[in-house]
């Protein structure tokens, strides 16, 4: 199945998505240009492929389908995503991921600031670097950074976990590094190898909450 | 007694006084501002400051029980395959369960399906007891996220962006630990017990332009079959509007100051935003500013209470208000049958505004199921049914009164003020004579 969206818009795109008879389809876009909202909602198991840039909110809310970019993607790439697998073979841009519940995200490129921001779930991988404030409030799921981080990772973070290779610029409020157990390093290969990337796990670092922040105390207010 | 003291010497300071003294003292001990529920609690400028002009020689009245006169309001009707049709310009405003307990959440959405108007989700995402029991349920979006899935998003008969909530705009929430139950804690993806923060603004947009996107990405999830919503705190309420209209809202919702929350600092309660009676008015100039007058629908709240209000806010120009601490009211909140309770956790029947710490004993604002047991979702949708009842019969009669056969032909023109300060915002003359305070008007 074959979508031009320079003749056609996004609208025919993402209703054949919600639709039953994309259940299992082939689906290639062409002439993305930087659109937003390409391939919104996809509700089926499928593949996408996305022949050059994408705006906001690509593959946002995706449940169960394959959704691979040729090109970078505008802010809110995969947001709220429930399931299935979005790679993009150039950058992001910010809020990457934002608040999703499920799946796998791959950035073979850099990613922007906030990354992963309110993160419920999803496992994010990126091959370059992320962006200041990423993982913010970040809850669930995993982010796993081959390049380096910029400043304030992990701000208020709550059970999320961060995995990085490179130098990590500073720590957000209450994100601290924790040692690398064994539980973290097969499920640290694992999702390199489901993402393609070929690093060792020990070469990174981990960090996730101190949990200093997680009910409220007042001889903790200088911290914000 | 000769130590008794006379107290009609006694002079308080207007300045400190003992409830003043009280909150420096409470500040000094416990060294944490004071986080409680409820709205505004301070006298401001109301409704009540407005009066109806009823028909006479000049206009003649509809007669009060016979004649027609329509209350059924469309909302949606600018982009939506389904714009909701609700039965009554009255609904009720988005509570979270979380906030409230299933049995709260499933007595509003009772209420609201028995009179034909439509009950909101609120943070933390929508409960199936919630969905089941509401005929026309509006689905919050907010900058949390919690609970917020695809599924349920095509579920809602209406989608509401919330940006911002006249009890604290500009402001998040917090649900504290001793309110996150097993169910509220798994439906926002945290651990049982911990204070659950809910941002104060959208992770992935930031100003007007982003949310028009964000407004094209929501319609096309729901392959534009239902209306959305973009709902703000009541501050700069002419430009909000504005670029609510220009981000592509079917309908606009400005939530006065008045309006209540289940946990905001006092300070923000009490000194942020502006009162809904003159968010209204500026609400409709923006609207009529840009020809959008309704064609983008108006929802008002915070604070209505009455038919009254409902028919003053009507006439001003919005199509339909909103509820929510009323309805909890109407539930059962703060009602004298508890008094023993709630002199028990230090307060008294009418006062309480404690929704944050979960104790609440009618069963309204609170996780532990014991208390929510005391709360029958059957009775207490009787009562929020009964409640709207009354407020649209009282609109009814207001408006018959004013010869209007359908409540939103209420118009400006039908109200004047009481006070000087309520002329001026709300753009009407102040009684007996032909004067508006800071604006040139002829009668």
């Given at each position: 199945?074959?979508?031009?969206?320079?003749?056609?818009?996004?609208?025919?795109?993402?209703?054949?998505?919600?639709?039953?008879?994309?259940?299992g389809?082939?689906?290639?876009?062409?002439?993305?240009?930087?659109?937003?909202?390409?391939?919104?909602?996809a509700l089926?198991?499928?593949?996408?492929?996305?022949?050059?840039?994408?705006?906001?909110?690509?593959?946002?809310?995706n449940?169960?389908?394959?959704?691979?970019?040729?090109?970078?993607?505008?802010?809110?790439?995969?947001?709220?995503?429930?399931?299935?697998?979005v790679?993009?073979?150039?950058?992001a841009?910010?809020?990457?991921?934002a608040?999703?519940?499920?799946?796998?995200?791959i950035?073979?490129?850099?990613?922007?600031?906030?990354?992963?921001?309110?993160?419920?779930?999803?496992d994010?991988?990126v091959?370059?670097?992320?962006?200041?404030?990423?993982?913010?409030?970040?809850?669930?799921?995993r982010?796993?950074?081959?390049?380096?981080a910029?400043?304030?990772m992990?701000?208020?973070?709550y059970?999320?976990?961060i995995?990085?290779?490179?130098?990590?610029?500073?720590?957000?409020?209450?994100c601290?590094?924790?040692?690398?157990g064994?539980?973290?390093?097969?499920?640290?290969?694992?999702?390199?190898?489901?993402?393609?990337?070929?690093?060792?796990?020990?070469?990174?670092?981990?960090?996730g909450s101190?949990?200093?922040?997680?009910?409220?105390?007042?001889d903790?207010?200088s911290?914000y | 007694?000769?130590?008794?003291?006379?107290?009609?010497?006694?002079?308080?300071s207007?300045?400190f006084s003992?409830?003043?003294?009280?909150?420096?003292?409470?500040?000094?001990?416990?060294?944490?501002y004071?986080?409680?529920?409820?709205?505004?609690?301070?006298?401001l400028?109301?409704?009540?400051?407005?009066?109806?002009?009823?028909?006479?020689?000049s206009?003649?009245?509809?007669?009060?029980y016979?004649?027609?006169?329509?209350?059924?309001?469309?909302?949606?009707?600018?982009?939506?395959?389904?714009?909701?049709?609700?039965?009554?310009?009255?609904?009720?405003?988005?509570?979270?369960?979380?906030?409230?307990?299933?049995?709260?959440?499933?007595?509003?959405?009772?209420?609201?399906?028995?009179?034909?108007?439509?009950?909101?989700?609120?943070?933390?995402g929508?409960?199936?007891?919630?969905?089941?029991h509401?005929?026309?349920?509006?689905?919050?979006?907010?900058?949390?996220?919690?609970?917020?899935?695809?599924?349920?998003?095509?579920?809602?008969?209406?989608?509401?962006?919330?940006?911002?909530?006249?009890?604290?705009?500009?402001?998040?929430?917090?649900?504290?630990?001793?309110?996150?139950?097993?169910?509220?804690?798994?439906?926002?993806?945290?651990p049982?017990?911990?204070?659950?923060?809910?941002?104060?603004?959208?992770?992935?947009?930031?100003?007007?332009?982003?949310?028009?996107?964000?407004?094209q990405?929501?319609?096309?999830?729901?392959?534009?079959?239902?209306?959305?919503?973009?709902?703000?705190?009541?501050?700069?309420?002419?430009?909000?509007?504005?670029?609510?209209?220009?981000?592509?809202?079917?309908?606009?919702?400005?939530?006065?100051?008045?309006?209540?929350?289940?946990?905001?600092?006092?300070?923000?309660?009490e000194?942020?935003?502006?009162?809904?009676?003159?968010?209204?008015?500026?609400a409709?100039?923006?609207?009529?500013?840009?020809?959008?007058?309704?064609?983008?629908?108006?929802?008002v709240?915070?604070?209505?209470?009455?038919g009254?209000?409902?028919?003053?806010?009507?006439?001003?120009g919005?199509?339909?208000?909103?509820?929510?601490?009323?309805?909890l009211?109407?539930?059962?909140?703060?009602?004298?049958?508890?008094?023993?309770?709630y002199?028990?956790?230090?307060?008294?029947?009418?006062?309480?505004?404690?929704?944050?710490?979960?104790?609440?004993?009618?069963?309204?604002?609170?996780?532990?199921?014991?208390?929510?047991?005391?709360?029958?979702?059957?009775?207490?949708?009787?009562?929020?049914?009964?409640?709207?009842?009354v407020?649209?019969?009282?609109?009814q009669?207001?408006?018959?009164?004013?010869?209007?056969?359908n409540?939103?032909?209420?118009e400006?023109?039908?109200?004047?003020?009481?006070?000087v300060?309520?002329?001026?915002?709300?753009?009407?003359?102040?009684?007996?004579?032909?004067?508006i305070?800071?604006?040139?008007?002829?009668?």
């Amino acid at each position: 199945m074959k979508f031009d969206l320079a003749g056609q818009g996004i609208r025919h795109l993402n209703r054949y998505l919600h639709e039953p008879e994309s259940q299992g389809a082939e689906v290639e876009v062409d002439n993305p240009s930087g659109s937003h909202n390409i391939a919104v909602g996809a509700l089926h198991n499928c593949q996408v492929l996305v022949n050059g840039h994408v705006g906001y909110y690509c593959a946002a809310m995706n449940q169960h389908a394959e959704i691979t970019v040729r090109g970078n993607a505008g802010p809110g790439l995969a947001e709220n995503m429930m399931s299935g697998t979005v790679r993009i073979m150039g950058n992001a841009s910010q809020y990457c991921g934002a608040t999703a519940h499920g799946g796998l995200l791959i950035i073979e490129g850099n990613a922007s600031s906030r990354c992963g921001i309110s993160l419920k779930g999803l496992d994010i991988v990126v091959a370059g670097s992320i962006g200041h404030m990423s993982a913010f409030m970040a809850q669930t799921g995993r982010l796993v950074v081959c390049g380096d981080a910029a400043e304030s990772m992990g701000d208020s973070i709550y059970e999320a976990r961060i995995y990085v290779r490179g130098k990590v610029a500073s720590l957000g409020t209450d994100c601290i590094e924790k040692p690398m157990g064994d539980e973290h390093i097969q499920e640290l290969r694992k999702l390199l190898e489901r993402a393609g990337l070929d690093y060792a796990a020990g070469a990174f670092k981990r960090y996730g909450s101190a949990r200093r922040l997680y009910n409220f105390d007042v001889d903790n207010a200088s911290l914000y | 007694m000769s130590n008794e003291v006379d107290q009609s010497w006694l002079l308080e300071s207007a300045t400190f006084s003992r409830p003043i003294i009280r909150e420096i003292q409470r500040a000094a001990r416990e060294g944490i501002y004071d986080i409680r529920g409820f709205g505004a609690k301070r006298k401001l400028p109301t409704f009540d400051d407005l009066l109806l002009l009823g028909a006479s020689m000049s206009r003649y009245p509809l007669e009060g029980y016979r004649e027609k006169c329509d209350t059924r309001v469309t909302l949606g009707t600018r982009f939506a395959e389904n714009p909701l049709v609700i039965e009554t310009p009255i609904t009720i405003a988005g509570m979270s369960f979380g906030a409230l307990s299933a049995q709260a959440k499933e007595g509003l959405a009772r209420g609201a399906t028995e009179v034909g108007t439509s009950t909101t989700t609120g943070d933390g995402g929508m409960t199936p007891e919630e969905r089941e029991h509401s005929r026309l349920l509006v689905y919050q979006y907010l900058p949390s996220r919690y609970g917020m899935n695809p599924d349920d998003l095509r579920k809602a008969d209406a989608i509401e962006i919330v940006v911002g909530q006249g009890a604290k705009p500009g402001g998040g929430g917090m649900l504290l630990g001793q309110k996150i139950s097993d169910r509220v804690a798994e439906m926002r993806d945290l651990p049982k017990g911990i204070d659950q923060r809910s941002a104060c603004r959208h992770p992935d947009w930031t100003g007007p332009d982003d949310l028009e996107i964000k407004v094209q990405e929501l319609r096309e999830i729901t392959d534009w079959k239902v209306p959305v919503y973009i709902k703000v705190g009541a501050t700069r309420t002419f430009f909000d509007v504005q670029l609510a209209v220009k981000a592509g809202a079917d309908v606009v919702v400005v939530d006065g100051m008045q309006g209540g929350t289940a946990a905001t600092q006092d300070v923000f309660i009490e000194h942020v935003g502006i009162p809904t009676l003159p968010a209204v008015r500026i609400a409709v100039d923006a609207l009529k500013d840009l020809g959008m007058h309704r064609k983008v629908q108006l929802i008002v709240s915070g604070g209505i209470r009455s038919g009254a209000d409902v028919a003053k806010a009507l006439a001003l120009g919005a199509d339909a208000v909103s509820i929510g601490t009323a309805a909890l009211i109407a539930m059962g909140d703060n009602s004298p049958e508890f008094e023993k309770r709630y002199n028990e956790l230090g307060t008294s029947a009418g006062f309480y505004d404690d929704y944050q710490d979960g104790q609440d004993p009618t069963g309204i604002s609170t996780q532990n199921p014991e208390l929510g047991k005391r709360l029958d979702p059957d009775i207490a949708g009787r009562r929020v049914a009964n409640y709207l009842r009354v407020m649209t019969l009282e609109l009814q009669t207001l408006a018959r009164a004013a010869g209007k056969t359908n409540v939103r032909n209420l118009e400006r023109e039908d109200l004047i003020a009481l006070t000087v300060e309520s002329s001026a915002m709300a753009r009407v003359p102040l009684a007996g004579t032909d004067w508006i305070p800071g604006f040139e008007h002829k009668l």
